[in-house]
């Protein structure tokens, strides 16, 4: 059964500074998906990595992947208090009827 | 085509009470999902179809939960004789294939369910 562990689970943080999110799987994925979500709406897809090594950047966030260690990091950088939000990554694969299985999710708070 | 549309947004009912969610995917894409989310987790998995075919179902869905997709278009989830542990969000999601083998997949907004 495909697993998914996100760490840490809740992360407050001051603006400006930096922090990474983890993300291990536990078998052979074909994708790795991070999501955003705020509070009581759905999901926000933040990016897609389909191969090891695959490096993604959108604004203050960076996402990559290394499929030999089962791990995609998410790396946010000079955090502002809009990053807020829980955030989420998920995999899918052939295995697994291409559906997602999403980790438990990282409650970020930027404190001005 | 405005994204995955799902109805009602919010729905509370009496234990015991029967209730439906529909969901409207992208219009192109022939894959829909249901997942459930309860406050703190992130989503489980529970079905989905290909087309109107349905493709997998999760032991989480009890005998109580059933799933349609009868012309392959919009989708409807039922929970039978409700209990408070069905309480929680119902996302729907819509996929298709992308060029160069990547799945995309787009959640609606949700349907959020309180059983009292």
């Known amino acids: 059964e495909l697993k998914v562990e996100q760490n840490p689970l809740f992360l407050s943080m001051q603006e400006g500074k930096n922090y990474t999110i983890y993300c291990n799987y536990s078998t052979t994925s074909d994708r790795l998906y991070w999501y955003r979500q705020d509070p009581g709406k759905s999901l926000e897809s933040l990016f897609v990595l389909l191969s090891n090594g695959a490096v993604k950047q959108e604004g203050r966030l960076m996402a990559s992947l290394d499929t030999k260690a089962r791990l995609s990091t998410l790396h946010i950088t000079a955090a502002v208090h809009d990053l807020s939000a829980t955030y989420f990554c998920?995999?899918?694969?052939?295995?697994?009827?291409?559906?997602?299985?999403f980790g438990e999710g990282t409650q970020l708070t930027v404190n001005p | 085509d405005t994204g995955v549309s799902q109805d009602p947004r919010h729905k509370i009912t009496k234990r015991g009470q029967n209730v439906t969610f529909r969901c409207d995917p992208i219009?192109?894409?022939?894959?829909l999902y249901w997942y459930r989310q309860t406050l703190g987790q992130g989503p489980e998995f529970l079905t989905y179809?290909?087309?109107?075919?349905?493709?997998?179902k999760s032991r989480l869905l009890s005998d109580r939960f059933s799933a349609e997709r009868p012309k392959g278009s919009f989708s409807t989830l039922e929970i039978q004789r409700t209990e408070q542990g069905d309480s929680a969000m119902y996302l729907c999601a819509s996929s298709d294939r992308l060029p160069g083998g990547l799945y995309g997949y787009t959640f609606g907004s949700g349907t959020r369910l309180t059983v009292v």
């Open positions: 179809f290909q087309n109107e075919a349905q493709l997998e």
């Open positions: 219009s192109e894409h022939n894959r």
């Open positions: 998920a995999v899918d694969n052939w295995t697994s009827g291409s559906r997602l299985t």
